[in-house]
C-alpha cells in the first residue's frame, strides 16, 4: 500500500462546479498535511495546509479526518484557473521527509 | 528575491556520463531537498540536508551525490547516467522543518539515451 494515495482522475468537471479530492495516508502518526497544485510541466505550489479544525481560503476548503485517515480538498464555484494537478503531501513529524501523493488531475471545461 | 533557482531546465545525457545538477535559494533556509518525479508516481526524495556539512539518503539515493558546502547551494550529482535516471528533477528549500512549505526550482527535465 503506498503511504499516500490519491484518485489520478483526470476529474472533468464543467466550470462553476464543485469538486472535491480525498487523499488517504497510511502512518497514523502523522502530523502535518497540506496540498500543493502543480500546473502542467511547473514546479509544486502550496496551496494550503491542512489543519485539524478544517480550513478555508475562498473558493476552497481543506479538511482532516485523522480517525480515517484522509484529507479532502473542495473547490465551490470552479473556475478554468483551476485546472492542475493537485498533490496530497504528508509529513510524519519527527523528521524532514514530506511523503507526496501522485496527485489528482483535474481539468475545468467552460 | 529569486527564492530557488535551478539549472538547467532541459539535459540530455548518454549513458554513462556525469553532469551535475545546481541549486541555489536565497531564502538563508536551512532545509534542502533534491527530488524526481515520474508519471504516475509522487516525488520521490533523492538525498536532503538540514543545514551546511549535513546531508543524508532519502527514498531514491543511488546513483547520486550531493553536498552542501554552503547554506545557499545544494548540487546533485550523477555519477554515471542510466536511462533509469530519466525524470524531471526538482530541488526544493523549507525553513525548518517538513512541517512548513517547501519552495520548488523550476525543474529539471532530463532525458538520458
Known amino acids: 500500500r503506498k503511504e499516500v494515495e490519491q484518485d489520478p482522475g483526470p476529474f472533468n468537471v464543467p466550470e462553476g462546479a464543485t469538486v472535491a479530492f480525498n487523499c488517504t495516508y497510511s502512518?497514523?502518526?502523522?502530523?502535518?498535511f497540506f496540498w500543493y497544485r502543480q500546473d502542467c510541466r511547473k514546479e509544486p505550489k502550496l496551496l494550503m495546509s491542512?489543519?485539524?479544525?478544517?480550513n478555508e481560503d475562498g473558493r476552497f476548503t481543506a479538511q482532516l479526518n485523522r480517525a480515517s485517515q484522509y484529507i479532502s480538498l473542495l473547490i465551490r464555484d470552479s473556475k478554468l484557473s483551476d485546472s492542475a494537478t493537485y498533490l496530497c503531501?504528508?509529513?510524519?513529524?519527527?523528521?524532514?521527509?514530506?511523503?507526496w501523493g501522485a496527485g489528482t488531475k483535474l481539468i475545468i471545461k467552460p | 528575491n529569486a527564492g530557488v533557482t535551478q539549472t538547467p531546465k532541459f539535459q540530455v545525457l548518454k549513458t554513462g556520463q556525469s553532469m551535475t545538477l545546481q541549486c541555489a535559494q536565497d531564502m538563508n533556509h536551512e532545509y534542502m531537498s533534491w527530488y524526481r518525479q515520474d508519471p504516475g508516481m509522487g516525488l520521490r526524495l533523492i538525498h536532503y540536508s538540514v543545514g551546511a556539512g549535513i546531508t543524508d539518503q532519502g527514498e531514491v539515493p543511488n546513483g547520486y551525490n550531493v553536498s552542501r558546502s554552503t547554506t545557499e547551494d545544494f548540487p546533485l550529482r550523477l555519477l554515471s547516467a542510466a536511462p533509469s535516471q530519466t525524470s524531471v528533477y526538482f530541488c526544493?528549500?523549507?525553513?525548518?522543518?517538513?512541517?512548513?512549505?517547501?519552495?520548488f526550482g523550476q525543474g529539471t527535465r532530463l532525458t538520458v539515451v
Open positions: 526544493a528549500s523549507s525553513h525548518r522543518t517538513g512541517g512548513t512549505e517547501a519552495f
Open positions: 502512518n497514523s502518526a502523522s502530523q502535518s
Open positions: 503531501v504528508v509529513n510524519q513529524g519527527g523528521n524532514y521527509q514530506l511523503i
Open positions: 491542512v489543519y485539524s479544525s478544517g
